[in-house]
């Protein structure tokens, strides 16, 4: 598969899935960031609850996303993440950065960072913050 180039075409609106991996059945934090960026510009695609890597990995391929967000309150987020980060590379969407929410433990923040995950947030996490941090990586 040829691998997509990085960037965004002139006036196209940075495409984002938001997904919640996994067994875990809290949304809300999800809905908010959800929605916080689509009241910034973006398109956002929210696949819903219970949804395993594949299913992400497939979802972000047919939407052509930019970003995908996860959302991981279960702590599985060292099993989940690593896994959806390999099924977007095994589709050739290397370019698609990753950014993590939920309860992440301190000691695993830097594993996540030297996987490849672009930005990592807890509980209370500026909305602001993480828009500005989207835009910058995917370089708008």
Known sequence: MTEKKTG??????IRVLVAKPGLDG???GAKVIARALRDAGMEVIY???RQT???IA?????????V???SVLSGAHMALTPRVMELLRGNGQSHVKVFLGGIIPD????RLKEMGVTGVYGPGA???????????AVAI
Do not use: F, W, Y
């Open 107 to 110: 000691e695993d923040l830097h």
């Open 47 to 49: 696949t819903g609850l």
């Open 126 to 136: 500026n909305t602001e913050d993480i828009i500005r941090d989207i835009k910058t």
């Open 26 to 28: 809290h949304d809300r």
């Open 58 to 66: 497939e979802a972000a391929l047919q939407e052509d996303v930019d």
């Open 8 to 13: 965004l075409e002139q006036g196209r609106k």
């Open 53 to 55: 890597p594949e299913m």
């Open 68 to 70: 995908v967000g996860l």
